[in-house]
């Protein structure tokens, strides 16, 4: 079945580095966007980066924008988010999601010193 799996997730000092994978089955991996989604604390569900299936520099929200990088690697199924620059205010848990429809289960990001 189609399973979306993040992992990269855990404990960072503010102003550091973490990379998300998002490994990915049971789809043709390449014929998908892949959306990064974060649940902060007290807040909604933020859509934060899309990679499509063509690839590229996929496009962020302006919330990460400068900070944050999407990216895939076909040959794996697997997409990553890079975030840099980080603060205690992007703590919280990041999904991936299959274009609209299958989400992961999500990883938790803590930023704290």
């Known amino acids: 079945q189609v399973q979306l799996v993040e992992s990269g997730g855990g404990l960072v000092q503010p102003g550091g580095s973490l990379e998300l994978s998002c490994a990915t089955s049971?789809?043709?991996?390449?014929?998908?966007?892949i959306n990064w989604y974060r649940q902060i604390p007290g807040k909604e569900r933020e859509w934060i980066a899309v990679i499509t299936a063509f690839g590229g520099n996929g496009r962020l929200a302006e919330s990460v924008k400068g900070r944050f990088t999407v990216s895939r690697d076909n040959d794996k199924s697997t997409s990553y988010l890079r975030m840099s620059g980080l603060t205690p205010e992007d703590t919280g848990i990041y999904y991936c999601?299959?274009?609209?429809?299958?989400w992961g289960q999500g990883t938790q990001v803590t930023v704290s010193s």
């Open positions: 999601r299959r274009a609209q429809d299958v």
């Open positions: 049971g789809f043709k991996f390449s014929r998908y966007a």
